[in-house]
């Protein structure tokens, strides 16, 4: 199954993020725990990790862009 990622919020005023580096490149395998990209806001740079097993299928967002909250940022494929 194809999953949308959305940005995570972070902090209650956290109202977007600059994807700094992605981690995971498509066709990369993703174990829970693994760190998929790098973000910075106006006080932390962050590392956001996967929540779950996959494969990266697509990156909607490149690196240097600005994404909101709740914006969705890659695609995985899981199983079941």
Excluded: F, H, S
Excluded at 17 to 22: D, G, R
Excluded at 34 to 44: A, F, N
């Amino acid at each position: 199954m194809k999953i949308k990622l959305k940005l995570p919020r972070y902090g209650m005023n956290m109202e977007e993020a600059t994807i700094v580096k992605w981690l995971k490149q498509p066709g990369d395998p993703i174990k829970e725990g693994d760190g998929l990209y790098e973000i910075e806001t106006e006080k932390v740079t962050q590392v956001v990790e996967a929540v779950g097993d996959g494969t990266m299928v697509e990156i909607l967002v490149p690196e240097d862009e600005i994404a909101e909250v709740g914006e969705a940022v890659c695609v995985v494929e899981t199983e079941g």
